[in-house]
């Protein structure tokens, strides 16, 4: 614990953003506490602070499960067939999580925020019994600023958040809970707001550039101030490129905003391939002192869609080879750590992917910091379609976090509206472009239409790049009827594929992997980029989706839980899709790929389907050369072959020449395992988690394509397993439990490192009858990032108190006063100490003390009593202080249940004041 929390720089000069992912209680299902009744009750709970049950201070939540962010409880729990099939037949539920937060008294003064980056889906938050945010996002962050409502010192803050799941703003799998991270942000008074500084660069004219920076201040000291701001520009090399700096005066309680452009003569620019990217750091000094200090990435990059050419970076034509991506991966929901996100991403990025769509929603800020360094471009979509004043804060808040990343190039304000074709929908995507463009003018603003389009007055009259989800057959009509328009595919595809299986089979909800099925809105894969491909005017292409997703098991239903559109699975294992997109994708290198495997029966007519992108191609089997053919780069080259076992390869050509070969071969049953790690280290913050794939081999050291069997994990050493997966749509299996079976030859399985860890992480893999594998990551020693010391309260605090009005003569501590009498007597919480004067004060409140204490084990505990005292507790005097000196006093708790009233009644020394001088808890009897 102390070594915790030495690891918070309790007086850094400037700002600490400090992890909150650590030490959440949490209670799946709800609270319910029953209805508040009777004057006193209702006038209480009406008041500041006084939230009750679990939203409450003193809630008993001693039984609750401990567990770290991010979280998704969803994923958790079992399949429920009469459960949402667009949930993916996974119970959502509501949840409650608590966390206590002990503030240094050395902070006080400070501003505090809390920031929750997503929380699935509907979300009240509740600081020391005050409702402090309602956020009906499950995407969007909530900043809360709760600097007024704080205590310090021992008296321990409450944070209680209470999710509605039931709650859904999607149709497809949204997990349950806190699955983004939660941070505490600690800034001196005058300091910059969250997303408080807006650095968007822009071209002026050749090779200069300017970024019209603008910073927001606040104030949250009790005098105005006056500071410099100074804004820095680095390069990608960390040097110094601009600096300028502006006076500012913030009011007190007030935002001030403050305009610093800078100018930049010929910057690196950022593409896709050289992602260079800039720092921009704002400080802010008050005599000299920096008091705070805040930095973003941006890049130099300009962009134009073009109705005749589609869209171009930096002056240079990038067709769009793009995919809609959800945020869920296997074994972990929507909980995805921010590595395994660099793993998918990778994916992405080897698959020839250029821009990602981020349907339909924002994703998280670390997901597209890593977008921004690995070089793809992105359409950042909002996600309810709306006007009123609370969706358009979730807008507004959503261009305002992201509009220094050069990978947005669009801002998208729906996708598929019913009303996109109506007046309605024009004039609320009007509303919304305008609220875009305020924030932000150097981005187009489109919308994923499904259709509309053509008629009279629809939406794609209020946006400036057309987006077409599927319609292929009206993409030249628009064209022609709206030459001036730039237009893109927002969505295309949904096709179906079930990684590794070749043969469709009805009754088991199995699609071959030959891209011969799409919904009837889509089209195959490759039906749905030669339309794109052959057509100038479409920018481009975004294949929903990247990765099969939970939920949306179209076209089938149970036991199919998870989709089948992925071009990888739910792990990132690659489908035949994978492979016909990276053959169109990517022109650089020469690339050759074979479907199916080479494990067939003697006899079986095979269809073979071979994706290169040379140009000719010769398919032999064990040597035999079977037939030659020109490549096609739309259909792929087919060929039905009788199987024989043994070596099916194939070349590949350009200029005649030999360029690339691949084969597939036919392997013996599985006789061991196989880990593959997707990193040879792990960092021991934590933090970093890696997936590892699981394959079955042959005695020859061959992965077996449709090995089936069912594998058990033990990790041990710096690290956990945090679920796995096997890309199976109709797998029902535990996704957190200890053994997954391989689907067609493979699983995955994710690791992730424990805080401090130093140790390697070991993980084996056991089968019945297979040879076990063992591998051993090792771990390198990383200190987590700065975090809120886990602050567990065992404790209650009694902080509610009536005061009596003071007298000479000595009161009945046990006197009645009417529950509708709320003058009589005054309302205080301790520190309580009534001045020289009168010789007796009572106190009384009440407390519910935590089960583990009701039974006679727990004590009342006095931090300071001063005056001679005397402790009455339901009627009966229960303890006695004999002295006047300030000093501590314990007191036994007596059995019982329920709530206790409590009097204390002081006797002060003549000429000396008295009181409850210090904190009152109900404790552990020592
Ligand atoms: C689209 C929709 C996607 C997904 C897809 C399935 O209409 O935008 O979210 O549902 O269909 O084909």
């Not at 008091?291 to 034509?317: C, K, P, Y």
């Not at 030249?476 to 070749?502: L, Q, V």
């Not at 997966?725 to 490192?753: C, M, W, Y």
Request: aromatic share 10%.
């Amino acid at each position: 614990m102390l070594l915790l929390i030495a690891c918070v720089n309790v007086n850094a000069a400037t700002r600490e953003r400090l992890s909150l992912d650590r030490s959440w209680l949490f209670h799946q299902g709800d609270v319910v506490e029953s209805a508040i009744a009777g004057h006193g009750d209702s006038y209480s709970n009406a008041k500041a602070g006084n939230a009750t049950g679990a939203a409450g201070n003193e809630y008993d939540d001693s039984d609750w499960r401990h567990l770290d962010l991010p979280h998704d409880w969803a994923v958790e729990g079992p399949f429920d067939p009469k459960a949402n099939i667009a949930q993916g037949y996974r119970p959502r539920g509501i949840g409650w999580y608590r966390r206590y937060l002990r503030v240094d008294p050395a902070d006080r003064g400070k501003h505090f925020e809390l920031q929750f980056d997503a929380i699935a889906t509907h979300a009240t938050i509740w600081v020391n019994g005050n409702v402090v945010n309602r956020n009906w996002s499950g995407y969007n962050a909530t900043y809360i600023d709760i600097t007024p409502f704080l205590r310090y010192g021992d008296a321990m803050n409450t944070i209680a958040i209470r999710v509605d799941a039931d709650a859904m703003e999607g149709w497809w799998y949204e997990g349950a809970g806190m699955y983004r991270h939660s941070w505490l942000v600690k800034r001196n008074p005058v300091h910059v707001v969250t997303d408080g500084v807006h650095a968007t660069p822009r071209l002026v004219k050749d090779k200069q550039w300017s970024i019209p920076v603008e910073v927001t201040l606040n104030n949250s000291g009790k005098a105005a101030s006056d500071v410099i701001v100074e804004v820095t520009l680095y390069d990608a090399a960390g040097r110094q490129v601009a600096q300028r700096t502006a006076p500012a005066r913030v009011g007190v309680l007030a935002n001030s905003t403050v305009q610093l452009p800078i100018t930049v003569n010929n910057p690196a620019i950022w593409t896709l391939e050289k992602t260079n990217l800039y720092r921009v750091t704002t400080r802010v000094l008050q005599a000299g002192k920096a008091q705070d200090e805040v930095s973003l990435n941006t890049g130099f990059r300009t962009i134009r869609f073009d109705a005749a050419q589609g869209f171009f970076l930096n002056g240079v034509h990038v067709k769009l080879q793009g995919v809609c991506i959800h945020q869920d991966h296997a074994g972990v929901g929507v909980a995805v750590p921010d590595s395994v996100w660099e793993y998918r991403l990778r994916r992405l990025k080897e698959l020839g992917v250029n821009a990602i769509r981020f349907s339909h929603n924002a994703p998280a800020a670390e997901v597209l910091d890593m977008v921004d360094r690995m070089g793809f471009v992105v359409m950042d979509e909002n996600r309810n379609f709306n006007t009123s004043e609370d969706y358009m804060k979730q807008l507004e808040w959503m261009v305002k976090r992201d509009r220094h990343h050069p990978s947005v190039v669009l801002w998208s304000v729906f996708n598929e509206e019913p009303v996109q074709a109506t007046e309605v929908g024009y004039e609320m995507a009007r509303r919304m472009s305008a609220a875009v463009k305020a924030l932000d003018d150097t981005r187009p603003v489109t919308a994923a239409m499904n259709g509309g389009f053509l008629t009279e007055l629809n939406v794609s009259h209020a946006v400036d790049v057309v987006g077409a989800n599927y319609q292929v057959p009206d993409y030249d009509r628009y064209h022609k009827a709206y030459p001036n328009k730039p237009f893109t595919s927002s969505e295309d595809t949904s096709a179906f594929m079930t990684r590794g299986e070749y043969k469709t089979v009805k009754e088991k909800n199995l699609i071959a992997s030959y891209d011969d099925d799409a919904a009837p809105w889509g089209n195959t894969h490759r039906d749905a980029w030669e339309a794109i491909d052959k057509r100038p005017f479409v920018a481009g292409g975004f294949v929903w989706t990247g990765f099969d997703y939970r939920g949306e098991p179209t076209p089938n239903e149970w036991p199919s839980v998870s989709s089948v559109f992925g071009i990888m699975d739910l792990n990132g294992f690659p489908k035949t899709a994978y492979y016909i997109h990276q053959v169109q994708w990517i022109k650089d290198k020469p690339l050759i790929h074979i479907a199916p495997h080479w494990n067939w029966k003697q006899g079986d007519k095979v269809r073979v389907m071979v994706m290169a992108n040379v140009e000719r191609i010769q398919l032999l089997l064990n040597g035999r050369a079977l037939g030659e053919q020109k490549v096609d780069p739309y259909r792929m080259n087919n060929f039905d072959v009788a199987f024989e076992p043994g070596k099916l390869e194939a070349i590949g050509y350009r200029g005649g020449k030999e360029v690339v070969r691949t084969a597939v071969e036919t392997t013996g049953a599985p006789v061991s395992l196989e880990l593959v790690p997707d990193r040879a280290q792990l960092n021991g913050d934590g933090r970093d988690a890696l997936p590892v794939t699981v394959r079955a081999l042959d005695a020859q050291g061959r992965a077996v394509p449709l090995a089936d069997n069912e594998v058990t994990f033990a990790v041990t050493g710096g690290g956990r397993s945090i679920g796995h997966g096997n890309g199976d749509p109709n797998s029902h299996e535990d996704e957190k439990g200890a053994t997954r079976r391989l689907f067609n030859g493979l699983a995955q399985l994710i690791v992730q490192t424990n805080y401090d860890a130093k140790d390697a992480v070991m993980i084996s893999a056991t089968a019945p009858g297979l040879q076990a594998a063992r591998v051993t990551i090792p771990v390198k020693p990383v200190a987590a990032e700065p975090f809120v010391a886990p602050a567990d309260a065992p404790l209650t605090f009694v902080r509610s108190w009536r005061i009596a009005p003071d007298g000479d003569t000595r009161p009945d501590p046990n006197q009645k006063l009417a529950s509708f009498d709320m003058n009589t007597w005054g309302w205080g919480s301790p520190p309580m100490r009534a001045a020289a004067g009168s010789k007796y004060h009572l106190y009384r409140a009440s407390f519910t003390p935590r089960k583990n204490l009701a039974d006679g084990t727990g004590r009342i505990r006095f931090a300071s009593l001063k005056g001679k005292a005397e402790i009455w507790l339901n009627g009966a005097l229960v303890g006695k202080k004999d002295s006047y000196a300030a000093a501590p006093l314990d007191v036994a708790l007596p059995a019982g249940d329920g709530k206790r009233e409590i009097n204390v009644l002081i006797e002060a020394e003549a000429g000396q004041g008295g009181g409850i001088e210090g904190n009152v808890t109900i404790e552990p009897a020592r």
